[in-house]
């Protein structure tokens, strides 16, 4: 690691981080019995509160999830943050935590749409995988102008360390 890398690094992350809530994205389809009950049914979770009207808080990002076909916006900032870092050789990725907050149980027949921003990059950390960076996004869920859900969802984007490499 250079210097120089780690300043073209920073630069960008501040750069991306300034842009504020530079994405944003509709979920395609409203919030539904006929997904809620299969989410249930995988999370083995049972509530009568989710049978009728309500959604589990911790299906927010469900709603919003890009899934097969569809692609995140081209100005994500987490998509941007971790690409500039795959052309500077932090190639591989792996997810470190996810800390949500609920604000309030969302209704059948509401419609959610996600912004997304760029709220930290720490590095360069020499961990256990190899030299990387933490890269930490947050996505903010509304019904209207009503904010119901925030996410703070952390990766570390590194170069694999060699097999016979020790930390």
């Not at 504020?20 to 409203?30: C, D, H, K, N, V």
């Not at 912004?115 to 903010?140: H, I, Q």
Request: hydrophobic letters at 35%.
């Amino acid at each position: 690691m250079t210097d120089d890398l780690h300043a073209q690094i920073m630069a960008e992350a501040e750069r991306i981080i300034a842009l504020g809530e530079a994405s944003e994205s509709q979920a395609p389809y409203p919030v539904s019995q006929a997904t809620i009950g299969p989410w249930l049914d995988a999370m083995d979770y049972r509530n009568d509160r989710f049978i009728d009207n309500e959604a589990p808080p911790s299906m927010a990002q469900v709603w919003t999830m890009p899934g097969l076909g569809r692609r995140r916006p081209p100005e994500d900032p987490l998509s941007r943050m971790t690409e500039f870092l795959t052309e500077k050789g932090y190639t591989a990725v792996l997810g470190t935590n996810c800390e949500q907050t609920y604000e309030r149980y969302l209704r059948i027949g509401e419609q959610l749409r996600v912004t997304s921003a760029l709220d930290s990059v720490a590095g360069p950390k020499n961990t256990a995988m190899g030299e990387g960076y933490f890269v930490t996004s947050r996505n903010t869920w509304y019904v209207g102008d009503e904010k119901v859900a925030t996410m703070l969802f952390r990766v570390l984007k590194f170069i694999p360390r060699d097999k016979g490499e020790t930390a």
